[in-house]
């Protein structure tokens, strides 16, 4: 008995030093240099382009560990920089001497997709194409456009990409494609606590998410193509005027078309649930973008562009439907529809400041049970087709245009006031204003509305209450018609600013 219990410890340590044996070989061969060029261009196969990196270490728990990974992608490439990148190699494999890769993961990297000159987000890539690279799986023939998404009126065929600088690290082998290729026995990939930046040609932030994780796997027998999920901590955009927190989606990437097709978020404290499609690989880049939000707070998102969020309140549901070229705003077209429930205007605005003149206790904080927007968007312009406030005596309807980004406004509106509150103006104010024909008692005046949304100007104060005091006097006194109807015009106080930063102009 105790001969076997010493022959089954003799076992166990023989088979545990011929494993730390066979592991310490594993990590000498893997940190020699010619395994280190293998590691660099399996990375660079698996990347896209190519790599550079500090070291790589292998150990059992850990599987590969690959320390400073950094790449120098041409303009619409992705430069990536990430302190840690995790390897789990095919141990069979690697004591054959041969490297398969089956997942990578990324761990808090940075990655940075710049346009190129023909607007693309990802050019067509360039892959290390070395021997010792097993040879990726070939795809089925498939028609060129995908069934996701109708085709693009602006998409022109992709044609071939600029040639990369190479520098003498990079020169193994590099050969062109159009797509990234999977490599033979690659299972799975996955990006932790990244950070994504989106630049356009001239460098400027398009968008920016912080807290990324992605991870999915190649679609059997289709090369390039991926299937995953992403979620991220929060996105912004329209320099960081917008954001959405906690979205998630599952990914699509077929045919280079890159679609989210069930995203859903947080938008200024209420839902959103957004469909994204864009084809990055094809010049000026197509896009198409539908989202419906709900329950978002009016204040809220008037603080996160800047503005005063005590302005006004209330609760937002809308649409957008929008397509376009993410290179040129000038072709994006679409539309869709706002409506503010419960929706108060606390501080500045038209309205207030006209209740303020006029003495009207119910215009100098406007409560609108329903305000609504009908809105298109032709590429910089956003026209009000048209936006309505109306409460129980008060209605304020607008229609016009929105330059952006300068966000000037040309606006034709008018406000409609009830018989119970048309009662109350006083009689040097009332005058201005014309009695409906459609509802017996209220009172309207039209005017227009022009500056900027964070700096609106009107010219309904100079229509209603800057009435001359010599016209004023002159009723008074009961002076002749003919100085009535040609009085002299004083100069007029400026029209007040309405509304705070990034607050509309009712």
Request: glycine content about 10%; hydrophobic content about 40%.
């Amino acid at each position: 008995m105790r001969k076997l219990v010493r022959l089954s410890i003799t076992a166990l340590i023989a088979a545990a030093a011929l494993l730390g044996l066979i592991l310490l070989g594993a990590n000498l061969y893997v940190q020699s240099p010619s395994s280190q060029q293998q590691i660099k261009r399996h990375l660079s196969a698996a990347f896209g382009m190519p790599v550079e990196m500090v070291r790589a270490v292998f150990t059992p728990w850990g599987g590969l560990r690959v320390d400073g990974v950094r790449t120098a992608g041409a303009p619409g490439q992705p430069t990536v920089k990430a302190e840690l990148v995790r390897v789990r190699l095919s141990l069979i494999a690697l004591l054959r001497g041969k490297f398969v890769v089956k997942t990578i993961g990324l761990e808090h990297p940075t990655v940075t997709l710049t346009q190129n000159s023909e607007g693309r987000w990802m050019a067509p890539l360039r892959t290390v194409a070395a021997a010792s690279i097993p040879e990726p799986l070939e795809a089925p023939a498939s028609p060129s456009s995908s069934p996701l998404v109708t085709p693009m009126p602006h998409a022109a065929t992709t044609p071939t990409a600029p040639a990369v600088p190479v520098t003498p690290a990079m020169a193994d082998g590099l050969a062109p494609v159009s797509t990234v290729r999977v490599p033979a026995g690659f299972e799975f990939f996955r990006l932790r606590h990244a950070e994504l930046r989106f630049l356009d040609v001239k460098g400027r932030e398009v968008a920016a998410l912080e807290d990324v994780n992605l991870e999915g796997r190649p679609v059997a027998g289709a090369a390039g193509d991926f299937s995953g999920k992403i979620w991220f901590e929060q996105a912004s955009f329209n320099q960081r005027r917008v954001r959405v927190r906690n979205f998630s989606s599952n990914v699509r990437i077929e045919g280079g078309v890159v679609t989210l097709p069930n995203g859903a978020g947080e938008l200024g404290g209420g839902q959103i649930q957004a469909k994204f499609i864009i084809r990055p690989m094809e010049d000026g880049s197509p896009y198409e973008v539908t989202a419906k939000v709900d329950e978002a707070s009016l204040g809220r998102l008037i603080q996160e562009a800047g503005g005063d969020p005590d302005f006004a309140s209330g609760r937002l549901q809308g649409t957008l439907a929008m397509s376009g070229l993410a290179a040129d705003v000038s072709l994006q077209r679409g539309g869709g529809e706002l409506r503010l429930l419960d929706g108060q205007f606390r501080r500045g605005g038209l309205l207030k400041t006209f209740g303020d003149r006029s003495k009207i206790e119910e215009l100098r904080r406007p409560e609108f049970k329903v305000a609504t927007l009908t809105y298109t968007i032709e590429g910089r312009d956003l026209f009000a087709t048209p936006l309505e406030l109306d409460s129980a005596n008060v209605r304020f309807t607008a229609k016009g245009v929105c330059h952006l980004p300068a966000t000037t406004l040309d606006l034709q509106a008018r406000l409609v006031l009830g018989g119970p509150i048309a009662k109350q103006l006083p009689a040097f104010i009332a005058t201005n204003f014309e009695s409906s024909t459609d509802t017996p008692g209220e009172k309207f005046i039209d005017f227009k509305i022009g500056g900027t949304i964070s700096n609106p100007s009107t010219d309904l104060f100079q229509k209603t209450l800057s009435q001359p005091v010599q016209t004023l006097l002159g009723r008074v006194l009961g002076r002749n018609r003919k100085s009535e109807e040609n009085p002299a015009v004083p100069e007029t106080e400026p029209s007040p600013s309405v509304s705070p930063a990034g607050s509309p102009p009712p």
